[in-house]
């Protein structure tokens, strides 16, 4: 994609840097932060721009910070967080409505940092921040497509790398849970709470129809992955990717599977671990390059958005938004 000299707000050479106004957030309960990390951070970044830094106390406080800063003339944003915590500050700076909206950047400190790693930052902090620091000196932005995402009548929200309904999410809630009662987000822990919601899945009756942009309806479907750039989630560190062509300058993808039995699942769980491509289209279909995609079920069924657990709906509506974020561009 191209890049985009001055998006930041003016050039940002030299001794220019300095003058970036900037807006770190910090989420101090992620899963590898440490005051001690979070200081080194501060401190070389407070050395190339302006810098306001910001600790979220409870879910959705990112999102406020954010929009407060992008209101107040922040022209770079910076979470250092999971994908929870980006996800809640890129919906806190774009729905703030701003005419110059500030270029964002997500440090790592989760368990996954899904979408850091999607923009290619290091997965480790301070490798990470200079990255950051030398986008910021050579002026290096691009912009990225991002997908909306609409539960029944409620508000659409921005996701910035997934979505899902079915399955997938019930996973998601699943491990919310586990980390409420003090359990940790290990890849482990993920295999046991996923097998866990597989065994409690009717995996008779599947509950999803899903209409795609490009005319076609698939139902008989159990789970619904979307999509906005590759990978869709890591286990450790080996990248998932049901949808391997979905990228953030194209309409989204989606993966609806057809089939859980048990052999078929193992099947596909060794397919996507060994880096491979999804098959057998009577067992799941994948569409690249939809402007829009909606997941309907005649009953209530759990949503994951960016890895984050949403209320259960009956229709989802998906859509592609391009060139919707400024970010910095580590290229």
């Known amino acids: 994609m191209a890049r985009h000299r001055g998006a930041i707000g003016h050039p940002i050479r030299g001794a220019y840097a ?14 590898t932060t440490s005051p001690r990390m979070r200081e080194v951070l501060i401190h070389a970044l407070a050395a190339s721009c302006d810098l306001t830094v910001h600790l ?87 912009r990225i497509g991002l997908g909306r995402v609409g539960i029944d009548d409620r508000p659409p929200q921005w996701f910035t790398f997934t979505a899902g309904a079915g399955l997938d999410a019930e996973v998601i809630h699943a491990m919310e849970s586990v980390r409420r009662t003090g359990g940790g987000a290990s890849p482990a822990r993920y295999v046991q709470v996923s097998l866990a919601a597989l065994a409690r899945t009717d995996r008779r009756t599947p509950r999803l129809r899903v209409q795609l942009a490009d005319g076609r309806t698939l139902t008989g479907v159990y789970t619904a992955i979307i999509q906005n750039c590759v990978p869709w989630t890591y286990l450790g560190r080996i990248p998932i990717s049901p949808c391997p062509d979905a990228r953030f300058d194209r309409g989204l993808d989606v993966c609806a599977v057809r089939s859980l039995g048990i052999a078929v699942t193992l099947g596909l769980a060794g397919t996507l671990l060994r880096g491979g491509r999804l098959g057998r289209a009577d067992r799941h279909v994948i569409a690249h390059d939809q402007l829009r995609i909606t997941v309907a079920s005649e009953t209530p069924v759990p949503v994951q958005v960016d890895g984050e657990g949403y209320p259960a709906g009956r229709t989802i509506t998906l859509t592609s938004a391009p060139d919707a974020l400024g970010v910095l561009d580590t290229r």
């Open 56 to 142: 979220t106390g409870e879910r959705g406080h990112a999102r406020r910070l954010a929009a407060t800063a992008a209101q107040e003339g922040a022209e770079l944003l910076l979470t250092f967080g999971g994908d929870g915590t980006a996800h809640e500050a890129v919906n806190g700076l774009l729905d703030a409505a701003v005419a110059r909206p500030p270029v964002f950047a997500p440090l790592p400190g989760g368990s996954a940092n899904v979408f850091s790693r999607a923009l290619g930052f290091s997965v480790d902090p301070v490798e990470a921040t200079g990255q950051v620091i030398e986008a910021i000196e050579t002026d290096r932005t691009r």
């Open 18 to 31: 300095a003058n970036v106004r900037a807006a770190l957030i910090v989420n101090p309960a992620a899963t």
